[in-house]
């Protein structure tokens, strides 16, 4: 192989690899920051690109120090400090998740009560017209029926419990781990 072929397979070797690093870009988030300039230079002197505000989705390109080279949503590139990137999502959009899944099993919660109270009244109703045909018969099955639905009640309200009191404490820590990462392992409140 000469050293005119040789060449040109390095170059088609680095070339792949560049292409292949390209297309294996991490995703990052803005972090916690109202907002955050994107400079055309990785020392920041030079043109204002954008502005991108906490939450905001860029594509890591390349680091350089404290610099990070990033592609962002409309494909424009930029560079800005990596203190201002996480590869965490925010807790605001998982808040809002976490909100609207809490709203939807409130809905739930309230079409299962209002079935149960709708079963409870024709139970109430059914001893009533089974006493004219056969009072022993009915009296069992509401009788059989009832302490089933009592012993429910305690296991769903703690395990309610459990469930908020878990929620509540990964939540917490969570928010102190992100605390602490951000300033330096510092708790700040």
């Known amino acids: 192989m000469t050293s005119h072929a040789r060449r040109v397979a390095a170059l088609a070797l680095l070339g792949a690899a560049c292409a292949a690093a390209a297309h294996a870009a991490d995703t990052l988030y803005v972090v916690e920051q109202v907002v955050v300039s ?21 594509e890591l390109i390349e680091r350089s120090g404290e610099a990070v080279h990033v592609r962002l ?48 009244s024709l139970r109430a109703a059914a001893p009533a017209a089974a006493e004219d045909a056969a009072a022993a018969p009915a009296a069992l099955f509401s009788a059989a029926a009832e302490p089933a639905s009592r012993r429910v009640w305690p296991w769903a309200t703690g395990s309610a419990l459990l469930a908020l009191a878990v929620g509540f404490t990964l939540g917490w820590r969570m928010l102190d781990r992100t605390i602490r990462k951000k300033y330096g392992g510092i708790r700040i409140y």
């Open 38 to 58: 994107v400079n055309s230079t990785a020392d920041g002197s030079g043109e204002r690109i954008a502005s991108l505000k906490s939450g905001d989705r860029v």
């Open 73 to 120: 949503a409309d494909g424009r590139e930029g560079w800005l400090r990596a203190i201002y990137l996480s590869g965490d999502e925010p807790m605001r959009p998982r808040l809002q998740q976490s909100e609207a899944e809490n709203a939807r099993l409130k809905a739930e919660v309230s079409r299962l009560q209002a079935q149960l109270s709708a079963a409870a």
